[in-house]
């Protein structure tokens, strides 16, 4: 037999058998969103405009996420634009659709340096008047909502960069401690809300982070109350901070909870399968940051959708930062998050396959190599397993890590090689050797 193989032609030995990765019938065995993070006791949310909750976005809201915050419904210019004339509407239909969903309200914001009513920002206000303005706006919009929201974020980005505080209306005309009365007032407004401090570039350990960190130390020391910590997580691909998990476990070691309360994550446009398999990652490891830490309550999107995110309008020529398409068909990145909550891994469309070739043979060895190809799917780690029937052994691999024991090989993607694009392939090779006869294998993804 030996013999009769070895005087083979190289073409006949090049022979291949794909197999089909997880061909989707149509997930239906997906669970959503919100079931993964209810089984995790976890928040999955997403910021929502009132005025666009109805067909499919109200669809995707209500079936996916466990929490919503009013984008922009309950910031003071909204709420009050002229002096002592409320507007709730938008508002309102957000904690009722909430409420008739059976989800959670995070309350956004009370206390920030933007988006105030001009005659609000643009007055001349003594410290007592607008200690007065600041203490009515939180029991007036809170007290309208009393009982009914889980989460406010009392005070929002009241950092600069560098850890010094903003120079906010709030901060020039009351100092620090606008904070600590701001979250005072907050808890007589509505003792059963959880009250947050939220800001941006706070993700990762770092000047501004270290002080939101000591000023959580100094509140909780002084008795003021103060539940959480929110982190913005408005991020750039690729750009997770690596003390990510670290940051949140040192917030939460202070005996506040952490929520990821705005995450997006942008790229440069267009969006191509290898920067939404990046994307994809990217959130997954933001995910798996606040599912490793207990005092984690979750996190929110900003957004779930391209076509409604604020980033493009703000960076130019950046955006596709949400888990959904423009036409809310869910990304790499939606998947990511399923999986990082405890979900299965089905691949959105179409399929990845592995080819295995025989591509030379002499009397005891031969070279091998499998070829993985995506259509209409992507990858971000892989790994190929077959069995050998007849004895064959690998002894040498290129481009993959190849372990065998037994009859059984695996073989995983090295560091540089686990993303496979949409339309694009990856190929490892590896050298083995048989008696009597080398059959190929069906190789499976896994
Ligand atoms: O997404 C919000 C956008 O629609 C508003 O125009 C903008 C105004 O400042 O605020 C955006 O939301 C911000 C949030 O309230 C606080 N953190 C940063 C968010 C993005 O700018």
Redesign the pocket.
């Known amino acids: 037999m030996r013999s009769l193989r070895t005087g083979l032609s190289l073409a006949s030995l090049v022979t291949g058998l794909a197999l089909l990765l997880g061909a989707p019938p149509a997930q239906a065995a997906d669970l959503p969103l919100r079931d993964l993070a209810d089984a995790k006791n976890k928040v999955i949310g997403t ?1 929502v405009a009132g005025s666009k909750l109805t067909g499919t976005y109200a669809e995707i809201a209500a079936r996916e996420f466990n929490a919503v915050t009013p ?2 419904a309950m ?1 003071w210019g909204s709420v009050e634009p002229t002096r002592g004339t409320y507007n709730w509407a938008e508002a309102d239909r957000i904690v009722d659709f909430a409420e008739a969903n059976g989800q959670q309200v995070r309350g ?2 009370l206390v920030w340096h ?2 105030n009513p001009s005659w609000l920002a643009n007055g001349a206000w003594t410290a007592a008047e607008l200690r007065q303005l600041m203490n009515s706006h939180i029991a007036t919009t809170m007290g309208r909502y009393q009982g009914r929201l889980a989460t406010w974020d009392v005070v ?2 009241a950092f600069n960069e560098d850890g010094t505080y903003r120079q906010s209306l709030w901060y020039n005309g009351l100092g620090t401690d606008y904070i600590a009365e701001a979250l005072t007032a907050a808890r007589a407004a509505d003792p059963s809300a959880k009250l947050y401090i939220n800001d ?1 570039n706070v993700e990762g350990v770092n000047a501004k982070s270290t002080a939101m960190y000591n000023l959580v130390r100094s509140l909780k020391e002084r008795g003021v109350p103060i539940d959480g910590v929110g982190l ?1 997580a ?1 991020l750039i691909l690729g750009q997770v901070p690596a003390t990510l998990q670290q940051n949140i476990q040192r917030f939460a070691d202070l005996g506040v909870d952490v929520a990821i309360t ?1 995450l997006d994550i942008r790229m440069t446009l267009p969006a191509d399968s290898a920067k939404l398999a990046q994307q994809a990652a990217d959130y997954r490891q933001v995910l798996n940051a606040c599912v490793a830490v207990p005092r984690c309550v979750g996190a929110t999107v ?1 957004g779930f959708g391209d076509a409604d995110s ?1 980033v493009p309008s ?1 960076f130019p020529g950046q955006g596709a930062a949400t888990p959904y398409d423009e036409g809310y068909a869910p990304k790499p990145a939606y998947h990511a998050i399923a999986e990082a909550l405890g979900g299965t891994t089905t691949p959105p469309t179409g399929a990845c396959t592995a080819t295995y070739s025989v591509v030379n043979q002499w009397n005891s060895g031969f070279t091998g190599q499998v070829r993985i190809a995506c259509d209409g799917a992507s990858l971000s780690s892989w790994k190929a397993n077959w069995t050998y029937g007849a004895g064959q052994q690998v002894t040498q691999a290129w481009n993959a890590t190849c372990t065998q024991s037994g009859t059984a090989v695996s073989c995983s993607n090295a560091s540089y090689n686990g993303t496979v694009p949409d339309g694009g392939s990856v190929t490892f090779g590896f050298n083995a050797s048989w008696t009597g006869s080398n059959p190929v294998p069906t190789v499976t993804l896994g």
Request: charged fraction near 25%.
């Open positions: 910021a984008e922009n910031k956004h914001t933007s988006q929002n980005e941006y913005q408005h705005e900003w604020w703000t």
